[in-house]
Structures are given as C-alpha cells and as structure tokens.
C-alpha cells in the first residue's frame, strides 16, 4: 500500500481497540528476556517496532515465541545470560528499541552493535551516549554522534550515577535504569519534567529493588541479581494510537466512539485533559490494574457545541509528544487554535514533525505557524482535500488520514503503509468507524 485514499466523513462510530501499547510492549519484552523463567504476553503491540525489538532480543539469544494473535512467550536468559549477536542488531525505525537495548548492552561482558533504518540513523544519541560513558560504558558512535552504535565490554563493569537528564526523555531515563541493573552501586535519575513511567512500574514489578522518593526522581540498587518472570500478562491499548480516533470523535458532532482496554497511566492520559479543556469530555468505563499499570475504556460523544482552544506546554508538552501531530490536527476544528510550546523534541522524531505539520497543513490550504519549539495552530480552519507526505512517519500519516476526513474532496496520504511501524491495523479501523 504505497499511497491510500481517503474521502470526508460525517461521523465516527462503534468501538475500536487499540493495538497493545508500544511502550509497554517493548519494555515487557526486554525485561522478559532479562528475567528468570518463562513469561507470557498478550495483546503485545503488533507494531513493526515492537518486532524489532523481539528479532534484537533472539539475535541475543532469547527464545521467543510469537504468535499473530499477539500472545507472546519469552523464555528468559536471566541478567546474564545473554549470549554475543552473531551481527549488529536491527532495531528499524524504533527509537526506543535502540535506546534502551543500548543500555542492556553497554553493560554485557561480550562487543555488540546496533542500528536501524535511514531515519534512525540521523537520530541523535549523544543524550544516551554521556550517562551511559559515565557509568562507565564504551560505546563508540557514528558521525554526529548517530547510529549505529558499537559496544565494547567496559573494563571493571559499570557503576551507578546521579544524573540529571537535559532533555525530557523516558528512553534516557530507561537506557541508564537498565544499565543500572548491572551497575555497582545507587544509580539515581532525576527528571525536571516527569516522562512516562513504564520501565520504573515494571521493574518493580518484577521484584527490582527501585524506590522513587521523591517527583521525578528513581533510584535502582544494583546490581541486581535476579528479575521475576511476567506471567499472563495483557498489554493495556496503546492511548498514542487510541488519539487518532479520539481527536477525530472530538470534532464531529455526529461522533459516538468507544474505546475499550487502553492504558490510564496517568503520565499518558494527558489528551483527556486538553479534550476536556476544549469541550469534549471522554467518560472512563471501568478502570483496572494490571501489574502496576491502569487501564480501562473510555467513551466519547461528538461535541453539543464547538471546541475552544488550548496551549500545551510543560509537563503536558512532554506527556503529549507523540499526540502532536493529531492535536496539530484537531486544533484546525477548534474556535481559537493550540499553541505549543516547549516541544522542540517534534523536530527529531521518526521525522522533523513540527516541519511536516506544517508542510501537510500548508497543502490543505491551512496555516501553521512554526517555531522552533513549537506551532500554533489557528482555529475555524477548512481542509481541502490534497495529496499529503507522510515522509515514512507513521503519526504524520495517520494524523492526516483524520484531516482528510474533515476536508472537502479527497486526499491522498503518500507512503501510508508506514503506519504499520506502530498500529498495522488503523486503516481497517478507520473504514469500520468512519460513517459517510
Ligand atoms: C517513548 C518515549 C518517547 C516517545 C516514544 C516512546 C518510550 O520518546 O516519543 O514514542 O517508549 O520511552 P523520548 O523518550 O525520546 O521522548
């Protein structure tokens, strides 16, 4: 599916389940693969991300089965029992894989190395590259400091750090907490914003010795002898790939959207505060916990009346940094726009987003201011229909096959199948839901 069509719709209905959510998926794999004993796992992100981060972990050794319903069962090698990859690892287009297996394998007593596709490569790493250096990793890096990444055994293994992340990240924090399993001694993060917390409630989870005393801060003893297995565990619905659907329900009165089993981790539910902010409130149907995790379905009526407006920045903007470019979206069927700011982190993701907003917005004949941390987005703004460039980004693509619905005429969303890096399914989702 190179390119896909999609005509306007007047409603969104029935109810949809989001795949299992990425973060959660590639954090319960690796630390499966860590722990002692078998693990099983259900509704486990059929994103192809989440495949690269199960094809790295058997290159590692591990024994993996997956099956297409999304039950996965890992056999876990133990902390140390990780066997050296026959080649370098390929983590594709996913950020994460390759930041946090970095600092799985900074810490192994056998050289390794890791990459991924074009647009992981011109991704910057130095933010992995000075913490993980301190702990003392060796860890040799491409031209301006990109992958792939090469790793040497670090003479006398690691130790633990107090370190102070500059840019608000959960794939740095996870990167020096998994190194932190094999270090000596206290390894401390403190965050200024608080990221999404999933490394932390798992580790715990399976027995990790980890206290957080404190906002924004976590502290891992190590090393860490052994982790506990995860058993029958069920991934919570991915709530970034569930903000397509919601912010599409948001503007259109004639929406009525169920969305069942998605992550309530307080540190992702941020949207459900800017909808509400906006005028469209999504009700929470049943609220479970699941090792530590929350999750539950959420239903959303289209609006009686119209949006307002929002600004996102702090805590918010860190939280709602993968719901950007759909917000970006929205906020062209909104009355007074959003503004965003403190988000420079957009302009090195899968793709420059804030650049990418722009250019596909500009396409439909709209307006987006840029900055360099941020845009605003103008309100009471009509769409018409265009040919748009996901530029091998999945959010952009579905981001705009939500704009495509509200435009006049149809649109045409190059490179669509890239989707699939986190939610293979959305396009069929999309057809099911979408009432013409
Ligand atoms: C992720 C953290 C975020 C997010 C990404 C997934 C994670 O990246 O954008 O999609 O699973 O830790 P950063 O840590 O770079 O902000």
Redesign the pocket.
């Known amino acids: 599916m190179p390119e896909i069509t999609i005509a306007p719709a007047r409603g969104l209905h029935g109810a949809v389940t989001p795949p299992g959510d ?2 959660i998926s ?2 319960c794999a690796m630390l499966a693969a860590l722990a002692e004993g078998r693990s099983t796992l259900s509704h486990y992100s059929a994103g192809a991300d989440c495949h690269s981060t199960l094809a790295c972990l058997r290159a590692l050794g591990v024994a993996i089965e997956a099956k297409d319903d999304g039950t996965v069962a890992i056999a876990g090698a133990g902390l140390r029992g990780l066997r050296p990859p026959d080649t370098a690892l390929d983590a594709g287009n996913s ?2 894989t390759l ?2 297996l970095s600092g799985i394998l900074a810490a192994q007593p056998f050289a390794g190395a890791i990459g991924g596709d074009a647009s992981l490569s011109r991704r910057p790493m130095r933010r992995i590259l000075e913490p993980l250096g301190r702990m003392g990793a060796r860890i040799a890096a491409a031209p301006g400091d990109t992958p792939p990444l090469r790793f040497t055994p670090a003479p006398g293994g690691l130790h633990g750090i107090a370190y102070a992340p500059p ?8 990167a020096i907490l998994l190194a932190g399993l094999y270090a000596r001694g206290e390894t401390r993060v403190r965050e200024a914003l608080p ?2 917390d ?2 932390e409630l798992l580790l715990r989870h399976l027995g990790a010795p980890l206290e957080r005393p404190g906002q924004g801060e976590t502290v891992l003893h190590g090393p860490v002898e052994k982790l506990r297995p995860l058993e029958n565990y069920r991934v919570p619905g991915d709530p ?1 790939a569930a903000a397509f659907f919601l912010c599409a329900a948001a503007a259109m009165p004639e929406a009525e959207l169920t969305v069942e089993e998605v992550s309530l981790n307080p540190g992702r539910a941020a949207l459900l505060d800017v909808l509400a902010r906006l005028g469209a409130r999504a009700q929470v149907l049943a609220l479970e916990e699941r090792a530590g995790e929350l999750a539950g379905s959420l239903r959303l009526t289209g609006p009686s009346q119209g949006l307002g407006g929002a600004a996102i920045e702090g805590t918010e903007a ?1 939280a709602l ?2 719901e950007a470019p759909i917000l970006a979206v929205l906020a062209t069927r909104t009355r007074d726009g959003i503004e965003f700011r403190g988000m420079a ?1 957009l302009r090195v ?1 899968e793709s420059d987003r804030i650049a990418a907003i722009a250019q596909n917005l500009r396409a439909m004949g709209a307006v987006c201011e840029e900055r360099a941390d941020g845009m605003f987005v103008p309100g009471g703004q009509k769409l018409r229909g265009a040919r748009l460039r996901s530029g091998h980004d999945h959010r952009i693509a579905m981001a705009f096959a939500i704009a495509a619905l509200w435009a006049e005429g149809e649109s045409v969303i190059e490179d669509a199948e890239c989707a699939a890096i986190s939610y293979p399914a959305f396009y069929a989702d999309l057809a099911r839901l979408a009432r013409r």
């Open positions: 990425k973060s590639h954090r950020g994460t930041r946090l840019v608000a990240s959960a794939q740095v924090k996870s990221t999404r999933h490394t970034s860190v940094i993968d982190e993701k």
